[in-house]
């Protein structure tokens, strides 16, 4: 066992892009669990843009000089309680650093299944995959053959949303991304249709390229320009399903979406927001879906995974970026355990 452990800091609060400067790696003796707790070694970490709100001085946000929180998945190697064996693997929530004391009440054992590997409960089976999930299933209430444009499409949420839309019986499936090298990772791996660089062009000229009947649901990961072209190209009955506005994270003065507020009214859309908090009653039911279709082979992971703890920081920057295709994961250099 390593004698020392390290973790993340946020050092400022950022006015745009955050950049290294604002962290700072710390090293601090192996935390001693205390009663009733054990000490996990963390093998697998998440970094996702709602972090990088929780950067600003907001409600609930990460507090300066202090460890910061992210899911991660980690091996039980020193315990002072019956609820949680050593070997255990779990899943939790004081990532960013290598190593956590947690007590039974604040981890998820991920079950086990054949073919499925530890990092797909950070992706298509975590709040990644549960995102997409809900969004489809409970916000949009997606039906068998109705047209979909999804935004920030090979981002994690944006490759899941696509992968289960296809499995959901969606109809025509469009979406938007950062480059040539994610478009056609879209169209030839994912299952997209049609998929435009944002970059090229005004969004509601690119949208009415690639589905030039119309949409009947829009999931936005993006909000701004692209929010406005898909009010446009929404039908009648047509919703929206927010789930994050990146293209606005890093710039607080950016000026709100324009678009016809009349079309609301008019076609009968319906726009919704969501934190996947409030639905953390559905993991099994999103593991019922999933899991047979990864072991089928059906469902395929799209992840970016990052080596060494030493390089989450690098990690999380890149991601707001758009370095990453589908679901970005820090792997640390521990030997894995097998899960099957």
Request: aromatic share 8%; glycine share 12%.
């Amino acid at each position: 066992m390593n004698e020392t452990a390290l973790t993340v800091h946020q050092t400022a609060r950022p006015h745009g892009f955050p950049t290294a400067e604002h962290f700072a790696f710390v090293e601090h003796a192996l935390p001693e669990p205390a009663a009733g707790s054990a000490l996990v070694e963390n093998l697998y970490w998440s970094v996702d843009p709602y972090h990088r709100e929780m950067m600003d001085d907001v409600p609930g946000g990460f507090a300066l000089g202090a460890p910061l929180e992210g899911r991660t998945i980690g091996r039980v190697i020193a315990s002072r309680t019956p609820g949680l064996a050593e070997g255990e693997i779990v899943f939790h929530r004081r990532g960013w650093r290598t190593h956590a004391a947690v007590t039974p009440e604040e981890i998820r054992r991920p079950p086990r299944f054949d073919g499925v590997p530890l990092t797909a409960y950070l992706s298509v089976l975590g709040g990644t995959g549960l995102t997409a999930y809900v969004g489809l299933t409970r916000i949009a209430r997606l039906q068998e053959g109705e047209d979909l444009f999804v935004s920030a499409a090979a981002g994690g949420v944006g490759t899941a949303t696509g992968r289960f839309a296809r499995l959901l019986g969606a109809g025509r499936l469009v979406g938007s991304a950062g480059s040539a090298a994610k478009v056609g990772h879209l169209t030839r791996e994912v299952g997209y249709d049609a998929v435009f660089d944002y970059h090229l062009g005004p969004a509601a000229d690119l949208l009415g390229k690639v589905a030039p009947e119309g949409i009947d649901v829009f999931v936005d990961n993006v909000g701004g320009e692209q929010l406005a072209a898909a009010v446009g190209a929404l039908r009648e009955f047509g919703r929206i399903v927010r789930v994050g506005t990146i293209s606005q994270y890093n710039i607080p003065d950016a000026s709100p979406p324009r678009f016809n507020y009349a079309d609301i009214v008019e076609k009968s859309i319906r726009m919704e927001g969501f934190l996947v908090s409030n639905y953390r009653d559905m993991q099994e039911e999103l593991y019922e879906f999933a899991i047979p279709h990864l072991q089928s082979g059906r469902l395929a992971l799209d992840e970016t995974v990052v080596d060494g703890f030493e390089h989450i920081v690098d990690a999380f920057l890149g991601m707001l970026r758009g370095h990453n295709t589908g679901k970005i994961i820090v792997r640390g250099r521990t030997q894995i355990p097998s899960v099957n």
